[in-house]
């Protein structure tokens, strides 16, 4: 199976930068697709950025030219970092990973931003 933790969420002032981490770890051959989604209050979970098949794609309209996606293979490690941060930003921030058949998720990791 696959795992995935999560790291680099937490409090942050408008116009600041996070930086998050996915680790996965477990049995990760055949993963070709990873990513982030982000769920805020009142809101459906919606989808932010995405490694498919090499590449990377920011998908979230409202965060694109802010946000990147990136990937260190050799540290099985998947990032998103998150600059100039606004308030609607705030969210719980999930990471995945998927194959044909089978979709793996972290536990979240919460991002406030203030202003």
């Known amino acids: 199976q696959v795992q995935l933790v999560e790291s680099g969420g937490g409090l942050v002032q408008a116009g600041g930068s996070l930086r998050l981490s996915c680790v996965v770890s477990?049995?990760?051959?055949?993963?070709?697709?990873m990513g982030w989604y982000r769920q805020a209050p009142g809101k459906q979970r919606e989808l932010v950025a995405t490694?498919?098949?090499?590449?990377?794609?920011v998908a979230l309209d409202s965060v694109k030219g802010r946000f990147t996606i990136s990937g260190d293979n050799a540290k099985n490690t998947v990032y998103l970092q998150m600059n100039s941060l606004k308030f609607e930003d705030t969210a719980v921030y999930y990471c995945?990973?998927?194959?044909?058949?089978?979709?793996?998720w972290g536990q979240g990791t919460q991002v406030t931003v203030s202003s």
């Open positions: 995945y990973a998927a194959r044909i058949g089978q979709s793996y």
């Open positions: 477990g049995t990760i051959f055949s993963i070709n697709n």
């Open positions: 490694i498919s098949n090499r590449v990377n794609t």
